[in-house]
């Protein structure tokens, strides 16, 4: 099993910057596809960012691609979202979610692992 907390979530104004952390512990993080989730309040939970266990290969939301990106460190056991040039419609709680299935999924059921949740909100 794994253990994800998020961190690094707050307010920040329209066209800022913020930095997502999620600490994983329990099982062997380098063999897990990790990913980012958000989730609006009255909508879907929504796919933001994945990673492989490797770091080689991402995947982003349509929503978000150009301004985040997502990392990982394996050997601190730690993935990032870093989002710049940030709107109100990001605001959400955002989720990290690991999986040993189906690599780079969009799909939330893939996922086994969920965190609880960390919340962004953007004014404008």
């Known amino acids: 099993q794994v253990q994800l907390v998020e961190s690094g979530g707050g307010l920040v104004q329209a066209g800022g910057s913020l930095r997502l952390s999620c600490a994983a512990s329990g099982d062997t993080f380098s063999t897990y596809t990790m990913a980012w989730f958000r989730q609006a309040p009255g909508k879907d939970r929504e796919f933001v960012a994945a990673?492989?266990?490797?770091?080689?290969?991402?995947n982003y939301g349509d929503s978000v691609k150009g301004r985040v990106t997502i990392s990982r460190d394996n050997a601190e056991n730690t993935v990032f979202l870093q989002m710049n040039s940030l709107k109100p419609e990001d605001t959400a709680v955002y989720y990290c979610?690991?999986?040993?299935?189906?690599?780079?999924?969009?799909?939330?059921?893939?996922?086994?692992?969920w965190g609880r949740g960390t919340q962004v909100t953007v004014s404008s």
């Open positions: 990673i492989s266990w490797s770091g080689g290969s991402t």
């Open positions: 979610a690991a999986t040993r299935g189906v690599v780079l999924t969009t799909v939330p059921r893939h996922y086994d692992y």
